[in-house]
């Protein structure tokens, strides 16, 4: 028996699924399709599936959390699935006013740097084009897994200006741009933030040179159930598939940096100096 929730884990494992507002929407709709189809399964079993496929991503948590809070007492497919869409249509309301917010702060003539592949990211380019805005993005490689030449094809295929570059020229990319924006896999109450490596090195570099840094997230990626993580480690052949037997490979996925660094957040409730509660 395979469930739901055991397919769409493997796709979110091997990236197939990528950006942290996609894996949660797809974890909501197969843990749905679970809870409806295995009604005498532990639904917290199939929150552990989804979960372990990405550990850093609290929405996702967030999310399933929030489905399983409100079907209590609901019984029947139909009602499920109400909730589920009910839930999966808020999450894509506040994601519409996200693109809106930072779509604001982008004026014609600008030069916008943006990191690894972030839908959120990619929404608010999209809104500012789709108001009739003109800017370039200049957008890197985010080795080793490629995830930038998903953000650039996406924001060429709509009519945005692309320079895509590997991402040790991100530093040439930030002296060139207004500001730095991003995603978040999560916020930790620590004090920081997790997003695809590179993320941190960039923010220092922006901040050393007076350029602002923005974060695009939903609130639901603050990790209300852990004040600290450490940050998941890949493959290391995803790096170096035929390394000599005497070198060691490191591949961390993700930075964690200090809010310090974020000019402010972009966030569904508008633009937050301080997102943490």
């Not at 797809?26 to 189809?37: T, V």
């Not at 139909?78 to 999450?91: G, M, T």
């Not at 490689?141 to 200006?161: H, K």
Request: with cysteine; glycine share 6%; proline share 4%.
């Amino acid at each position: 028996m395979s469930f739901e929730s055991e397919v769409t884990a493997e796709k979110i494992k091997k990236v197939e699924i990528q950006g942290a507002m996609n894996v949660a929407k797809a974890a909501l709709i197969a843990f749905s399709k679970d809870i409806i189809r295995y009604p005498d399964e532990d639904p917290h079993k199939f929150i552990e599936i989804l979960s372990n496929a990405r550990p850093n991503e609290p929405m996702l948590r967030n999310t399933l959390n929030w489905f399983l809070g409100e079907s209590k007492g609901l019984e029947g497919e139909a009602l499920l699935n109400d909730l589920s869409s009910s839930i999966l249509e808020e999450i894509e309301a506040g994601e519409k006013r996200i693109f809106s917010y930072g779509a604001e702060l982008i004026h014609d003539g600008m030069k916008i740097f943006t990191h690894c592949h972030s839908s959120t990211a990619v929404g608010i380019l999209k809104e500012a084009k789709n108001q009739g805005k003109k800017f370039t993005v200049f957008t890197t490689e985010t080795r080793p897994r490629f995830q930038g030449r998903v953000t650039a094809v996406e924001l060429a295929n709509c009519g945005i200006e692309v320079y895509h570059m590997v991402d040790s020229a991100a530093k040439h990319a930030i002296d060139l741009s207004d500001f730095f924006v991003f995603g978040a896999d999560s916020i930790l109450r620590s004090g920081y933030l997790i997003n695809k490596v590179g993320t941190g090195i960039f923010c220092v570099v922006a901040s050393r040179y007076d350029k602002p840094t923005y974060c695009a997230t939903h609130t639901l990626k603050i990790a209300s159930d852990i004040i600290d993580e450490d940050v998941e480690e890949r493959d290391p052949k995803e790096v170096w598939e035929d390394a000599p037997s005497n070198i060691k490979i490191k591949n961390p996925a993700f930075d964690k940096v200090h809010l310090k660094y974020i000019t402010a957040f972009i966030t569904e409730n508008g633009l937050k100096k301080d997102i943490l509660p």
